[in-house]
């Protein structure tokens, strides 16, 4: 039966994610990003040893990215996250999986992975890693540096797609 612990629970995972004020919401009333974050919460109120996660910053904020990244990476349990935001993956990941084509690619810490070289090759852009004092790689993309693809120049200062 439900109980008291149990409501402790739920708070308790809602005002993690920043949804206690929204408890008493209908489902259909919430932005996306409020749902996701109420994703998080349920998943935590199981209070489990593992998490499996896919996009969780997908619809949030920046606010709520960072936030979202920072209770995960805090939280006792082994958690496996897809993340496409490769300065997300830096900041917050133990390890990284490169994955190209469903194929994995290299397996190591962030800054063993996302090398300029490794961005080049799999996701075609030119990019900067800078690591910083605390042993951080932080990426800055190069503009106008990805695979052309389907893009044709014209006579005209930007390409047309």
């Known amino acids: 039966p439900w109980s008291g612990h149990d409501d402790a629970i739920v708070c308790e995972a809602l005002a993690s994610v920043e949804m206690g004020p929204f408890a008493d919401r209908m489902w259909h009333t919430l932005s996306g990003g409020e749902k996701q974050r109420v994703h998080i919460a349920r998943a935590l109120t199981q209070q489990p040893d593992f998490l499996l996660l896919d996009e ?14 920072e209770l995960v990476r805090a939280l006792p349990v082994t958690v496996v996250a897809a993340l496409h935001d490769l300065n997300h993956a830096a900041m917050f990941c133990d390890r990284i999986a490169m994955m190209d084509g469903g194929k994995l690619i290299a397996l190591g810490t962030p800054e063993q992975i996302l090398t300029s070289q490794n961005l080049r090759d799999v996701f075609g852009v030119a990019a900067d890693i800078e690591i910083d004092d605390q042993g951080r790689c932080h990426i800055r993309y190069h503009a106008g540096s990805q695979k052309t693809g389907s893009i044709k120049k014209t006579g005209l200062r930007n390409p047309v797609l």
């Open 56 to 69: 969780p910053t997908n619809h949030l904020d920046i606010h709520h990215q960072l936030g979202l990244l």
